[in-house]
Every structure is written in C-alpha cells, then in structure tokens.
C-alpha cells in the first residue's frame, strides 16, 4: 500500500474511535492500534487495517493520530519502553497528531526534548484537519516545516 496514502491511529477509545471511523467515512485509509481487541474490531469491521504495535502503525505512516488518556501513556507511546518500541525513529512517520484531552504540555515537551528539528503547532491552525475532525478540542502535532502540507 501507498504509504502516503495511509493515515496512522493510536488510540481507539470514548474520542479516538469516533474520529477514526469519521477518516474512514471520509475515504481515508487507516492503520490502528489500540490495546483494546474490541475497539481494534470494531474499527477493522468499517474498512481500517489493524497493526500489532503503536510502531507498526509509525512504520508505515506518514501521519499518525494519537488520542491516548494520559500524558504518561503518550510519553510512552511516543518513546516506547524498550530500544526500538517508539514512534520515534520510525520508518516511515513524518508527523504526529496529539488529540489527547490531557492538554498538549507532554506533547511540546517532547517536541523540544526529542524532536529538535520539530516544532510543535496548534493544529486548530491548520484547516484541514479542522474541516476533516470538526471537534472542539485543542490538538497540537509537531512535524517539520518542509512536512506541515501532509496534514
């Protein structure tokens, strides 16, 4: 599959499946992980591909979603627990999506602490992906400049 054409999900819960079935909606192929079998099924059963690992997801696509319930969680997600377990480093990841309602202060921290050459963006800046989520949240991604026009 295209990589370009897949979009990246991690976390399939009370906000997270409800936005991944609306990119589903919309034409959008999707690649999930989410702990939960239940939610993983229930996604898979509208169209979405189920990867084994939040890695497997970064592996092969270029914007990965994050709707986790923690900061802690998203701190692990992000860096993993063990070499290699991480979205960071990931073959194929350009840009991440923070939609978690924890607030954006781990998502920032991590963009100046890992991601250097990165910079954190309010997300309710960029239209498209407004127009596409239509929620009230405040999302933050952080990606390249050169990698802002993927979103």
């Known amino acids: ?3 370009e054409a897949m979009l990246g999900f991690i976390g399939l819960g009370h906000m997270g499946l409800p936005m991944a079935s609306r990119l589903l909606a919309a034409g959008h192929k999707v690649l999930a992980f989410d702990l939960r079998q239940d939610a993983c099924l229930a996604l898979a059963a509208q169209g979405a591909e189920i990867a084994a690992s939040p890695r497997a997801v970064a592996d092969r ?3 990965v979603f994050l709707s986790l319930p923690t900061p802690q969680i998203v701190r692990q997600v992000i860096e993993g627990t063990q070499q290699g ?3 960071l480093g990931a073959s194929a990841m350009k840009v991440v999506v923070d939609l978690s309602t924890t607030g954006a202060s781990t998502t ?3 963009a100046r602490e ?4 990165c ?3 309010p997300v309710r800046t960029i239209r498209q992906l407004r127009a ?3 929620f ?3 999302p933050f991604m952080w990606a390249k400049p050169q990698d802002w026009g993927r979103v």
């Open 1 to 3: 599959m295209n990589v």
């Open 61 to 63: 696509a270029i914007t």
């Open 85 to 87: 377990e991480g979205l």
């Open 108 to 110: 920032i921290e991590l």
């Open 114 to 117: 890992r991601l250097r050459s």
């Open 119 to 121: 910079v954190p963006v």
């Open 132 to 134: 596409c989520l239509r």
């Open 136 to 138: 009230s949240a405040r």
